[in-house]
């Protein structure tokens, strides 16, 4: 029985939200993470793995239930192993069949089958057969086919697999609790991998705020060192929140699908060819043909969809380098209302973000009333309270000028989002951020930021120089806690 922990296959090298640049390592070579891996299906390549590869793919998904169920392929892949049948000698990870499985009820083949099977034709990364949930099943189904996902984790975990990593995938439909009790139990088990499942369906719909708490729910069951799959996320506008969550591969046959249907995909959103009168991209593909060639070329359109998601797999990475995936994140999620609405939920766990969150990091760019609740602005929430103020303290603007300085045994800058900060640290992370707007948000978190600070600090007197574009009414709350002049 092969127990032994894999984690160290995983190796952080550098993060910024919850979102790391990794090396996951597979027989096949190291996979830099955050990676999409494109499916390919067995029995028909539209695109040949070895274009593939050289339009940025660092691995590849295939189904190895459908190369089972043909016996043909099946004996030939056996023969030969994976790699040489598909002619990629990368990474290759197998799914089990479980989307077949959705769809059709039931299979002809055991999860024990399919992951022995899977390590048989020298699978890199082997998934067992989970049970697939949509999204708002009761909770008793939802609670009763995750039991059985579990019950073939457990199962797998015992099964002799050679060198196959093996995944672990993470179930329970809308609820955030069984996504979470799938996620420790998984973890207690120990896989190389943990994919998401059952995300496809709030993709389709935008469900975008049920996608961020599915996977912060699937994450806050995981250790923060463990690789994260997000299951059938193929499109480039959800890569920067997905990796800002911790999401650190994913797969899709979303750009051939969309192809299929003329769907030309942008980091931005979704066109339909025929509507488009100009191609707002310079890949490979649509800088040497025209609007029409795509029209009529589903394969075009399959590779210009490829070149945009790797390209934005590439400047998520550079963000995290940088220290500003939250400010592509912000970007991005300005695109679609749906996406917003992912945004907010994704505010709403700050506190998380925060507790894995580096600093410092690239310049704080406050971009809207989402910024004002940011991991750094509760980081500083936090920090805060270890200030401790005697004597008179002199709260104000950074070009305030005041004639009584000396008065003041503590001189504090006044900046929203944040509130107050000692004068000194003002170019330093995070308070040298640009807030050029105070918007309602900012001011409003500021101000709450100020009162506690007022209130734990009870042996000193502040006095709080008015600033300039703040809402009277909004000023009025500190008057009663401090000297407003
Ligand atoms: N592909 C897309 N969603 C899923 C899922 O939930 N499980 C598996 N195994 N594969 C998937
Ligand atoms: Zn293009």
Known sequence: MSVIKKSHLFEIVSKDCAGRIGRLETPHGVIETPAILPVVNPLHQSIPPSELREIGAE????????????????????????????????PIMTDSGSYQLSQYGSLDLSSREIVEFQAAIASDIGVPLDIPTPPNATFSRASRELDVTLERLREAIS???????????????????????????????????????????????????????????????????APVHLFGAGHPMIFALAVALGCDLFDSAAYALYAKDGRYMTSRGTYHIE???????????????????????????????????????????????????????????????????????????????????????????????ESARRSEVQRFKRYQKRFELRGRVLIKEKDDVVDDLDDFDYVMDFKPPFGA???????SYPFNAEVTVWDHEAVLVAIENVRELIESNPDASFTLKKPGWVEEDLIKELEEYALVV
């Open 59 to 90: 691995g590849l998904v295939t189904n190895s239930y459908i190369i089972h169920r043909n016996r043909e392929l099946r004996s030939a892949v056996l023969e030969v192993g994976v790699h040489r049948s598909l002619g990629f000698n990368g």
């Open 275 to 369: 509507d488009l009168r100009y191609l707002p991209c310079s890949c490979p593909i649509c800088s040497t043909h025209t609007r029409g060639e795509l029209a009529g070329d589903e394969g075009l359109i399959a590779r210009h969809n490829l070149h945009v998601s790797f390209e934005e797999i590439r400047l998520v990475k550079q963000c995290i380098r940088d220290g500003s995936l939250w400010e592509l994140v912000e970007e991005r999620c300005r695109a679609h209302p749906s996406l917003l609405a992912g945004l907010k939920a994704a505010v709403s766990h700050s506190d998380w973000i925060e507790r894995v969150d580096r600093m410092p990091k690239s310049t704080f760019f406050y971009s809207g009333p």
């Open 421 to 427: 900060y000692p004068a000194l640290l003002r170019e």
């Open 159 to 225: 099964i002799e697999r050679g060198e196959m990593l093996l995944a672990g995938t993470i179930q329970g439909s809308t609820f955030t609790e069984l996504r979470r009790r799938a996620s420790e139990e998984a973890s207690r088990l120990g896989f190389d991998l943990y994919p998401i499942g059952a995300v496809v369906p709030l993709m389709e719909s935008y469900r975008y705020r049920d996608l961020v708490q599915v996977i912060v729910a699937s994450k806050e069951g995981l250790s923060p060192a």
